[in-house]
């Protein structure tokens, strides 16, 4: 999958994708997610604590404003895939 032969970034990158495909693109009620609603906040938030650990040592390079950019992008592909079927 990765041309990456590092370790840290696949095991990083794979997490982050974990939190992303498990993001909703509607609520509960049927509405579209958006950023003020609880389950894209917590998503936001997982997706900042994933760690990147680099010689032992964990760093989050991932901000909670990167974060909301990232589920927001999610949600938009999950919804524009939803709309071409």
Same mark, same amino acid.
């Given at each position: $999958?990765? +041309?990456?032969? &590092? =370790?840290?970034? !696949?095991?990083?990158?794979?997490? $982050?994708? +974990?939190?992303? &495909? =498990?993001?909703? !693109?509607?609520?509960?009620?049927?509405?579209?997610?958006?950023? &003020?609603?609880?389950?894209?906040?917590?998503?936001?938030?997982?997706?900042?604590?994933?760690?990147?650990?680099?010689?032992?040592?964990?760093?989050?390079?991932?901000?909670?404003?990167?974060?909301?950019?990232?589920?927001?992008?999610?949600?938009?592909?999950?919804?524009?895939?939803?709309?071409?079927?």
């Amino acid at each position: $999958m990765f +041309k990456s032969k &590092s =370790e840290a970034f !696949s095991d990083w990158v794979e997490e $982050m994708d +974990k939190v992303l &495909s =498990e993001t909703r !693109s509607m609520t509960t009620d049927g509405q579209p997610m958006e950023w &003020s609603d609880l389950h894209f906040n917590q998503q936001a938030k997982k997706l900042a604590d994933v760690p990147l650990v680099l010689d032992d040592q964990a760093i989050y390079p991932l901000n909670e404003w990167s974060a909301k950019d990232l589920i927001q992008s999610e949600i938009d592909a999950k919804t524009n895939s939803h709309e071409e079927h």
